[in-house]
C-alpha cells in the first residue's frame, strides 16, 4: 500500500504580540509565575474583527499548498481541525474551502482540541493510502482570544493559551523510505469535564443549573442574557493539576507505542514535536524518555498553547529553522480534552 507524506507545509501567527507583563494590566498575575508554571514568555492574538479561526487558517494553507507545488484547485480534501470555530455550525472547513475558491470538495471539520491535528492527519493519511485522495489540505487552527476571559478569576486558564494556524498538504508517495509509517489514537472520557466548555451545548443545563443567573426554563437555555454570561457561567474549566498528572502518562505512552510498532526505540527519534500543552509537561517526557534537547522542539515560549495548531505551528517551524531535514525520524505527539491523545511517526 502506498505511503502518504507531507508535501508542504506552512503557519501563521497573528502579528499582535502580548508578554506576560501586558496580561497582568487585565488580571492579577505575573511573569516569574506564568514563566515557572508553564514556561510561556508571549503569546499572539489575533486581530478582533479582522481575524478568524478560518482566516488564520487560509494564511497557513497558502504556504502549506504553495510548498507542495500545487494550486488550492488541486486540494481534493480538507480536514479542518479547531476547538474555536467562527461559527457553532457550519464548521470551519467549508469557510476556508469558500475562501479559497476551492473546488466542490469534501470539507471535514475535527473537534479534537489540542489532538485535533494529529487525528486529522491520522484520518488524511487512510484516504491517501487507500488511494481516495490525493492532495489533502490538513488545518489545525484555533482563535482563543475571542472567548477567554481575561480577569483574574480565569486567569490559570487564559495565561496558557494563544492564536494561531498550521497546515500541511498530504500527498501519495512511493518512496518506502519517506511518509507517515504510523498513527495511533486513545481516547478515555472517563474525565470529560475537567478540560471543558459546558457552554454552548446540549449538557450545558446539567452542568450549569446551579450557577448564578443559568436560565431556569422547561425548555431551551442556549440563549443567556449578558448579565448571566458575565456571570461567568460560559467559561472553559480547567482542573490544571488533573490534566498534568494524566498528560505525563499518556505522552510518553503513545510515544513508545508508535515505536514499538516500527520497531524503533527512542534512540531512533531525530525530533520530536510535542503538543505544546506546557514546558513542563514536554521537559517531563523529554526527560522521561530520555532525549537530549535537540530532539525535542518547543517554541511554547513565543506562542503559548495554540491546542489544533500548536503540533503544525512547531512542526513547521522546525523544518524551517533546518532542524528536520531528510531522512529524520520524526515523532508527533498530542494530549488533551475528552481526553484525546496521539502519535504520529513520520519518516521525513
Ligand atoms: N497568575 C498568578 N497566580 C495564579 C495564576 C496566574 N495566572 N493562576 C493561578 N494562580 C494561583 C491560584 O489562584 C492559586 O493560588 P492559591 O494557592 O492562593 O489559591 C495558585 O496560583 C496555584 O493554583 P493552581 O491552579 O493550583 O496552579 P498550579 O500550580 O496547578 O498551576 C497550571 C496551574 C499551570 C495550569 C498547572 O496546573 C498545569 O500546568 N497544569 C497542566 C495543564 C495544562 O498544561 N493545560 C494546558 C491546556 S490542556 C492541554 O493542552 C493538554
Same mark, same amino acid.
Given at each position: 500500500m502506498q505511503r502518504s507524506r507531507i508535501a508542504g507545509i506552512g503557519y501563521y501567527v497573528p502579528k499582535n504580540v502580548y508578554s506576560n507583563n501586558d496580561l497582568s494590566r487585565f488580571m492579577d498575575t505575573n511573569d516569574e509565575w506564568i514563566q515557572e508554571r508553564t514556561g510561556i514568555k508571549e503569546r499572539r492574538f489575533a486581530d478582533r474583527l479582522e481575524e478568524t479561526t478560518t482566516t488564520m487558517g487560509v494564511e497557513a494553507a497558502k504556504i502549506a499548498i504553495e510548498r507542495a507545488g500545487i494550486t488550492a484547485q488541486e486540494v481534493d480534501f480538507i480536514i479542518f481541525a479547531t476547538l474555536s470555530p467562527d461559527y457553532y455550525f457550519p464548521g470551519c472547513g467549508v469557510l476556508l474551502q469558500r475562501e479559497m475558491k476551492m473546488k466542490e470538495i469534501g470539507a471535514l471539520d475535527i473537534r479534537n482540541q489540542c489532538s485535533g491535528f494529529v487525528y486529522a492527519l491520522s484520518v488524511a493519511d #487512510?484516504?491517501?493510502?487507500?488511494?481516495?485522495?490525493?492532495?489533502?489540505?490538513?488545518?489545525?487552527?484555533?482563535?482563543?482570544?475571542?472567548?477567554?476571559?481575561?480577569? +483574574?478569576?480565569?486567569? %490559570?486558564?487564559?495565561?496558557?493559551?494563544?492564536?494561531?494556524?498550521?497546515?500541511?498538504?498530504? #500527498?501519495? +508517495?512511493? %518512496?518506502?523510505?519517506?511518509?507517515?509509517?504510523?498513527?495511533?489514537?486513545?481516547?478515555?472520557?472517563?474525565?470529560?469535564?475537567?478540560?471543558?466548555?459546558? $457552554?454552548?451545548?446540549?449538557?450545558?443545563?446539567?452542568?450549569?443549573?446551579?450557577?448564578?443567573?443559568?436560565?431556569?426554563?422547561?425548555?431551551?437555555?442556549?440563549?443567556?442574557?449578558?448579565? #448571566?454570561?458575565?456571570?461567568?457561567?460560559?467559561?472553559?474549566?480547567?482542573?490544571?493539576?488533573?490534566?498534568?498528572?494524566?498528560?505525563?502518562?499518556?505522552?510518553?505512552?503513545?510515544?513508545?507505542?508508535?515505536?514499538?510498532?516500527?520497531?524503533? +526505540?527512542?534512540?531512533?527519534?531525530?525530533?520530536?514535536?510535542?503538543? #505544546?500543552?506546557?514546558?513542563?509537561?514536554?521537559? $517531563?517526557?523529554?526527560?522521561?524518555?530520555?532525549?537530549?534537547?535537540?530532539?525535542?522542539? %518547543? %517554541?511554547?515560549?513565543?506562542?503559548?498553547?495554540?491546542?489544533?495548531?500548536?503540533?503544525p505551528i512547531a512542526l513547521c517551524e522546525a523544518w524551517e529553522e533546518g532542524k528536520i531535514k531528510e531522512g529524520d525520524l520524526v515523532c508527533l505527539a498530542a494530549f488533551g480534552s475528552g481526553f484525546t491523545w496521539a502519535s504520529a511517526l513520520i519518516r521525513w
Open positions: #487512510q484516504f491517501i493510502k487507500t488511494g481516495m485522495y490525493k492532495n489533502i489540505l490538513v488545518v489545525g487552527s484555533e482563535k482563543h482570544s475571542f472567548a477567554m476571559d481575561f480577569e +483574574t478569576r480565569s486567569r %490559570n486558564v487564559s495565561v496558557i493559551f494563544g492564536d494561531g494556524a498550521g497546515a500541511v498538504v498530504l #500527498q501519495p +508517495t512511493q %518512496n518506502e523510505n519517506q511518509g507517515i509509517l504510523s498513527t495511533h489514537l486513545h481516547s478515555d472520557g472517563a474525565d470529560a469535564e475537567i478540560l471543558a466548555m459546558y $457552554y454552548p451545548g446540549a449538557s450545558a443545563n446539567k452542568w450549569l443549573k446551579d450557577k448564578p443567573g443559568y436560565p431556569d426554563k422547561e425548555l431551551g437555555g442556549l440563549f443567556m442574557t449578558t448579565e #448571566q454570561l458575565e456571570s461567568g457561567a460560559a467559561l472553559p474549566y480547567m482542573d490544571g493539576p488533573a490534566v498534568f498528572k494524566k498528560a505525563v502518562v499518556k505522552f510518553p505512552e503513545v510515544i513508545k507505542e508508535a515505536l514499538s510498532a516500527n520497531n524503533l +526505540t527512542e534512540k531512533d527519534i531525530d525530533m520530536l514535536v510535542p503538543h #505544546q500543552a506546557n514546558l513542563r509537561i514536554s521537559q $517531563y517526557v523529554q526527560q522521561l524518555l530520555g532525549l537530549s534537547d535537540d530532539k525535542v522542539f %518547543n %517554541n511554547i515560549q513565543k506562542y503559548g498553547n495554540t491546542t489544533a495548531a500548536s503540533v
